[in-house]
């Protein structure tokens, strides 16, 4: 079994899910007292949020990139990278860690397209709804992504860091997330994109109709692929 490499903190509440999936994934697959081989590193987000507020974007990206070696020192086989945002650094990480990057982006791309869904859309940090980290690689197969209008853009955002950071759920913003996905719903989008870590925890496939993509899930089942091949 080779042994996974977890950069987490962003924020923890989605980490520990991927440490939980892989374990309980590792064992259905195994059986016995068959469990993953994980190394994990968790950065503290206060100075991620800190490094953003000043717009100290290189100090982000060496953040993520130490978080990474520090994983292939401890002996990790592949590197995950905890968070849809932090793929913004993807390539950089790639060139220079010498095991493989598994992409939350490539392996969401493959789900949706085994699903034959031609037009998502893409709920995340603004990050995500905004640039091409992810959209670039579901465009790139085939895949039309949308995204919510620049209010719904902020408030996703802002529900983001000062609710699901702090593992605070509320029923009223989960209904305003369900109500932005119904509007994209009647755009065209045939599935929606749950692309930050921390969305499924507050909705996921049974709150609506159209097929979701719980982007952590997928991320984690990669990885045990990849630890069991």
């Known amino acids: 079994m080779k ?19 892989v374990n309980e994934e590792v064992n259905r697959r195994l059986g016995g007292n068959q469990f993953a081989k994980v190394a994990l590193y968790s950065v503290n987000f206060n100075d991620i949020m800190e490094m953003a ?18 994983v292939v020192a401890a002996g990790a086989d592949c590197v995950l990278l905890c968070a849809n945002t932090w793929h913004l650094y993807a390539d950089l990480v790639r ?47 085939g895949i039309e992504v949308i995204v919510p209008e620049k209010e719904d853009r902020n408030y996703i955002n802002k529900t983001i860091v000062e609710e699901f950071m702090l593992s605070r759920f509320e029923p009223a913003t989960k209904a305003r997330y369900l109500e932005i996905i119904h509007g994209l719903q009647q755009q065209g989008a045939e599935g929606v994109i749950l692309g930050c870590t921390e969305i499924p925890l507050l909705i996921n496939q049974q709150d609506f ?21």
């Not at 974007?57 to 993520?64: K, N, T």
């Open 3 to 21: 042994t996974i490499g977890l950069v987490g903190g962003s924020g923890w509440i989605s980490t520990a899910d991927y440490y939980r999936i």
């Open 209 to 229: 109709e159209i097929k979701s993509f719980d982007t952590l899930h997928i991320h984690a089942m990669a990885a045990v692929d990849f630890a069991l091949s």
């Open 95 to 141: 060139e220079s860690i010498p095991v493989p990057l598994i992409h939350i982006g490539e392996e969401t791309a493959h789900a949706v397209h085994a699903e034959g869904i031609k037009k998502v859309a893409l709920l995340g940090t603004k990050p995500t709804m905004e640039k091409d980290f992810i959209k670039g690689i579901l465009q790139h197969n």
């Open 53 to 70: 507020a000043l717009g100290q974007w290189q100090g982000i990206s060496d953040l993520v990139l130490d978080g990474a070696k520090r």
